[in-house]
């Protein structure tokens, strides 16, 4: 027992080390990019525009970004944080990937077996990624008439519902007691304010699932 | 005239950032794989969560490779494939492009931007994202350990803290369909009666195939579907 606590021990801590010198390596490789545009095409970006572009996006992409990795990373896990931080695409597709391969697998998400099965997920998911664009690069030409098409435009405007459809079902069908307060909360604010963003909602529907869970939980309820 | 946007230079770029994302994501794959099977996990389950993830993946993908396409009209090819294939994603992407062309009094509806202007944009998109990785360099480590700490201490609310987080994200995206028209809750309708279908079909039926694809199965269906609601009710 102490042998393997030892050994998840030594694996967290290789976790975080790795993820940290690749997550780094990432940021400086993303920022390599315009700086690279930059210097070889000779153009700088002034202050004032920089600024004038930047300002309205970090209002609301900062707090966003750090709100995601509160609510994400705990059901992620490490390795898998690291990835898919990296690799983007969260709420659309990595966390829903991580999901359901943890539901398929039988494993509990923040055990030890679903930070494996969830790391799993998001790498193959961030490789399946990478294909599917390098595809779509080299097949630019062929695939822009097909996917663009008129027809496909509702199936693609509501991917959103056709996916949570689904994992609603698969979750609140298991957590149905946790999931009252936050489905009325959300459909009541959705209702008020249809155009609400939602990655600033995630986390007050969180927040209120968190406090509901504790309080019936406090009173024998779950 | 030269094209910038889609010149060799910016996809060398592009080709170098979908190296390093391949093989980071190769490293983490295997590293995990490895503890796996250390820690005792089945290979078999192992090799379904790759099976069903890259299933799974291939429909979003097509949605993220939309976005490129999308942005290529104003940024060429090479830009939306370098930004889609980092941190953001394809509701921040559009937004951030947009957000910089307008602080120089452009717009991406232009046949294709100026280059200070492209210049501007790939500085604004990769900066506007950073708080995420950087705040986890930071604070993930200490914060993890927190979380741990919980389900030491109390592991019956540990987890039930990690579902309660599922549920809330779930919830927010049930409330916006709920609130999106009526082809938005119709299609969330459809994808839970196939995922209900699907699991009737393994469960009953014992066809373990339709557990692993259940989820990119009510997907596709839904979606098919909403094209179906789209053309009788218009919307």
């Not at chain 1, 606590?5 to 790795?18: D, F, G, K, P, T």
């Not at chain 2, 950032?17 to 290979?43: C, H, I, N, P, Y």
């Not at chain 2, 232009?110 to 995420?132: E, K, Q, R, Y």
Request: net charge positive.
């Amino acid at each position: 027992m102490t042998k393997i606590n030892e050994n998840s021990l030594s694996y967290e801590v290789a976790i975080h080390r790795m993820g940290r010198i690749w997550m780094s390596m990432a940021l400086l490789v993303i920022m390599a990019v315009p700086l690279a545009i930059s210097v070889y095409f000779n153009v700088w970006p002034a202050a004032g525009p920089l600024l004038g572009g930047l300002l309205p996006i970090m209002m609301i992409y900062v707090p966003i970004g750090i709100i995601e990795v509160i609510t994400f990373s705990p059901m992620l896990g490490s390795g898998a944080t690291y990835l898919a931080f990296t690799t983007g695409n969260l709420t659309n597709l990595k966390v829903p990937c991580a999901l359901n391969a943890m539901e398929i697998a039988d494993v509990e998400p923040g055990s030890s077996q679903g930070e494996i099965i969830s790391t799993i997920a998001v790498a193959t998911s961030s490789l399946v990624t990478n294909l599917v664009l390098v595809i779509g690069v080299l097949l630019f030409v062929q695939l822009t008439p097909l996917l663009a098409a008129p027809l496909l435009k509702p199936a693609f405007e509501n991917i959103l519902p056709a996916l949570f459809g689904a994992l609603g079902y698969l979750y609140i069908s298991k957590n149905w007691k946790l999931a009252v307060v936050p489905v009325t909360l959300m459909v009541i604010i959705f209702v008020l304010v249809p155009a609400a963003p939602v990655g600033i909602l995630i986390p007050v529907s969180a927040l209120s699932a968190i406090a509901a869970a504790r309080l019936m939980y406090k009173k024998n309820m779950i | 005239m030269f094209d910038y946007r889609n010149s060799a230079f910016m996809f060398s770029l592009g080709a170098i950032v979908a190296l390093f994302v391949t093989v980071q994501s190769l490293v983490f794959l295997r590293t995990a794989w490895l503890e796996g099977k250390r820690k005792g996990l089945d290979a078999g389950k192992m090799r379904r969560a790759v099976i069903s993830s890259a299933v799974f993946t291939l429909v979003p993908s097509l949605s993220i490779l939309l976005t490129m396409l999308t942005l290529s009209g104003a940024l060429g090819l090479a830009l939306p494939w370098i930004r889609l294939s980092v941190i953001g994603a394809v509701t921040y992407e559009l937004p951030a492009a947009e957000a910089a062309a307008q602080a120089t009094g452009s717009s991406l509806a232009a046949a294709g931007v100026p280059l200070d202007v492209f210049s501007l944009i790939a500085w604004v998109m990769t900066l506007g994202i950073m708080s995420g990785p950087l705040f986890i360099i930071a604070y993930f480590k200490k914060l993890q350990s927190r979380v741990n700490k919980i389900k030491v201490e109390d592991n019956r609310w540990g987890t039930l803290l990690i579902s309660a987080m599922f549920v809330g994200l779930i919830s927010s995206f049930l409330g916006s369909a709920l609130a999106g028209g009526i082809v938005s809750i119709l299609t969330l309708l459809s994808s839970a009666l196939i995922m209900v279908f699907c699991i009737q079909l393994e469960q009953k039926a014992g066809l373990k195939l339709f557990k692993d694809f259940a989820l990119p199965l009510s997907m596709v269906g839904a979606m098919a579907l909403a094209v179906l609601f789209a053309g009788i009710l218009g919307g």
